[in-house]
């Protein structure tokens, strides 16, 4: 790499770092104060506060590091023209791809840490967090759920207990669930202990009864039981209560190779073909985003106007790429034909940039003929204006 590509390297990677930073940051504590009165509500300080809003990072990072990429190098090339840094390599002689090659070596390096963490970091987080959500719900059942009081962690779901014994067990159990409109039950139990196995909290509930309602006309149910246990990961909202992992937090050998018996995946196919093909496609759209800027902006302007339409008309065509690939993720979950479109977003991105670039490529070589023409035909006219002195100065 020559010393000119080096410093462009150096100067965009420094500023994608620190938009990248910056932005993960502003969007971390925007998180965290989202999050703050549901955490504390539930019973847990601000450190675990912290552990979970931190899972969300690379999540975060997956979606910010391309715009940081476009932002960074919007702004060195922007500078670089500013400084008639890009106007002096041009009239040296230099082409586009000058600028090109250390922007596409950042954007293939950023393509690589994103693929890195859709495929290692996201899962890791999200089972850590899933983790740490079975905590959160079995402390609020042996540490906040105050004896003598209704209390409601989600709607539709109340419980109330009579007393809690000095090692977390619960006396005087009763849990109503009106969750499924169908069918509401009611559970009282003389006690309750909540045990962790294999990362999920179980309610084990001993010398009971269920209250089962199916119609409201009807009479109830009354079931009674020695010893009833229930998956407490069946009060996290929109879980089907499997206890399966969902497709983000599986990792790709386990996307790939599914149980077709598996009752998630019958239930949601198009969730496990979408986060497949968004890892795949994912890291395209900073190499994308790279020949956009180099098509549009990795010319030399002479004027400040050109110049910042140039950089906004990148910056829209960018986020409008990573929107649209983003809503289209969302469509190939309900339709598998939407694939095509999905990766022709990031596809037709570059192939629009290389078509932009080869045109203005063409429109300079004119210019170039033009100026080797005159640099020869005035090497011919002072080859003669040599000639001529010299037989002048012969003659005399």
Known sequence: MRIFSRYVFRQAASSFLLILISLTGIVWIALALRQFNVVTSQG?????????????VPNLMAIIAPFSLLIGALQTLNRLNTDSELIVLSAAG???????????????????????VSHFAQPWSMRLLREYMVQVR???????????RFSSPEPDLMFHIRDRSADGELLGLVMNDTRNKAQSQTYLAEHGTIVKQDGTAYLVMTTGDIIRRSDAEGPPQL?????????????????????????????????VNIDPDSKLYKSQAGQFRAEINERLVSPLYPIAFAFLIIAFVGQARSTRSSRMQSLVL???LGAACRMAGLAL??????????????????ISAIVLSLIVIKRADRQRRPSRIVGLVVDAIAGIWAGVARLVTRRRNFAS
């Open 138 to 148: 079995s402390d609020l059942l042996t540490q906040v759920i105050q004896p003598g």
């Open 223 to 255: 079931i009674a039981f020695d010893k009833y246990v229930v998956d407490l990961d069946q009060f996290e909202p929109q879980n089907d209560g499997s206890g399966e992992l969902r497709p983000r937090e599986r990792y790709w050998s386990e996307l």
């Open 314 to 316: 990148t910056f829209m």
């Open 329 to 346: 993720n969302s469509a190939v979950a309900r339709n598998p034909t939407m694939l095509f479109f999905l990766y022709g977003v990031p």
């Open 44 to 56: 847990q300080d601000t450190w675990m506060l912290v552990r979970v809003t931190s899972l969300a």
């Open 94 to 116: 230099s082409t586009v791809w000058t600028v090109a090659r250390p922007l596409l070596l950042l954007a293939f390096l950023v393509s690589i840490f994103l693929a890195l």
